[in-house]
Structures are given as structure tokens and as C-alpha cells.
């Protein structure tokens, strides 16, 4: 429904939850993964809420209104569990979460995803437009181990 995946997308989330390692997405990002959805540490970086998560469902379904319930209620459990992780192993001071769909609504990857963030007073999140840049990998994975070890 509202689709706009290309025919043939190589969908980076399927390759990643198929153990394909890229630039972008490793096996070493991945922070929980459950029966049916997925936590990585996001490869883009706002610079003053680093380490910000992706959960996915383990199936390809491109939006939210195509997303089937109980894949949305496994993101959601998944969600609850990095957010709850992500307080105490980064000691930030609140967390928030995002979902986009359709190009009108900033999404990028065709592959459903709910971001969270770790948040911080002032940290000014919903008035920044565009990260700056991909974290390096080991940044990245200094994140997922710290959030890693509270999630085991
Ligand atoms: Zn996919």
C-alpha cells in the first residue's frame, strides 16, 4: 500500500538479517535480535544523540501500512527493551522514537524501521534537519557493546 520500492531494491535490512556485511550494516551492529524483530545500532549519526538504534521486523515489509501486527508488536517489545538498555548504558536523559513512511515522510530504506534515540537536555533532535554524516565503524561498535551488554 503506497509502495515506492524500485523493483529489484537490495534491501540493506535483508542483507544484513542474511549475515551480508557492508560498509553500512555488520553483524556486530546488531545489539538484539528476537524471532521476529531486529536492534542495530543506525550507521547515520546525529552528532549530539550518537548511537541512535533501528529496530526492524525480520521479514521485508516496506511501511507501516503494510507492516503485519505482530511483526509491529515484536518491534515494538524490542523498542521498549533498547530504550529501557539505552537509559542506563548511555546515561542519557530520555530516549525518543521515530518512523517514517513514503518520501513525503523522510523514509529512505524500504524496509520498515522505528529509530531510537537516546536524548539529552537541549540536544535540539527535532531541529535538526540532516546528520551530518555515517559513523565510523568502531564508534558504532563501541555503542552496540555498551548497549549489547545491557540487553543480554
Ligand atoms: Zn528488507
Given at each position: 500500500m503506497f509502495n515506492h520500492e524500485p523493483p529489484g531494491y537490495p534491501c540493506p535490512f535483508c542483507r544484513l538479517l542474511a549475515g551480508e556485511e557492508t560498509v553500512l550494516n555488520g553483524?556486530?551492529?546488531?545489539v538484539l535480535r528476537t524471532e521476529l524483530a531486529t536492534a542495530l545500532i543506525a550507521p547515520r549519526w546525529w552528532p549530539a544523540n550518537e548511537g541512535h538504534v533501528l529496530v526492524i521486523p525480520n521479514a521485508h515489509h516496506e511501511n507501516l501500512y503494510d507492516l503485519p501486527a505482530r511483526y509491529g508488536y515484536a518491534v515494538h517489545d524490542v523498542i521498549q527493551q533498547v530504550a529501557c538498555a539505552m537509559r542506563t548504558a548511555y546515561g542519557c536523559a530520555g530516549t525518543s522514537t521515530r518512523q517514517h513512511n513514503e518520501p513525503a515522510g523522510d523514509?529512505?530504506?524500504w524496509h520498515f524501521h522505528t529509530h531510537v534515540f537516546p536524548r539529552y537536555p537541549g540536544d535540539n533532535l527535532y531541529r535538526?534537519?540532516?546528520?551530518t554524516d555515517f559513523a565510523p565503524i568502531a564508534v558504532r561498535h563501541a555503542y552496540a557493546d555498551k548497549l549489547r551488554s545491557r540487553l543480554s
Amino acid at each position: 500500500m503506497f509502495n515506492h520500492e524500485p523493483p529489484g531494491y537490495p534491501c540493506p535490512f535483508c542483507r544484513l538479517l542474511a549475515g551480508e556485511e557492508t560498509v553500512l550494516n555488520g553483524v556486530r551492529d546488531v545489539v538484539l535480535r528476537t524471532e521476529l524483530a531486529t536492534a542495530l545500532i543506525a550507521p547515520r549519526w546525529w552528532p549530539a544523540n550518537e548511537g541512535h538504534v533501528l529496530v526492524i521486523p525480520n521479514a521485508h515489509h516496506e511501511n507501516l501500512y503494510d507492516l503485519p501486527a505482530r511483526y509491529g508488536y515484536a518491534v515494538h517489545d524490542v523498542i521498549q527493551q533498547v530504550a529501557c538498555a539505552m537509559r542506563t548504558a548511555y546515561g542519557c536523559a530520555g530516549t525518543s522514537t521515530r518512523q517514517h513512511n513514503e518520501p513525503a515522510g523522510d523514509q529512505e530504506v524500504w524496509h520498515f524501521h522505528t529509530h531510537v534515540f537516546p536524548r539529552y537536555p537541549g540536544d535540539n533532535l527535532y531541529r535538526t534537519t540532516v546528520c551530518t554524516d555515517f559513523a565510523p565503524i568502531a564508534v558504532r561498535h563501541a555503542y552496540a557493546d555498551k548497549l549489547r551488554s545491557r540487553l543480554s
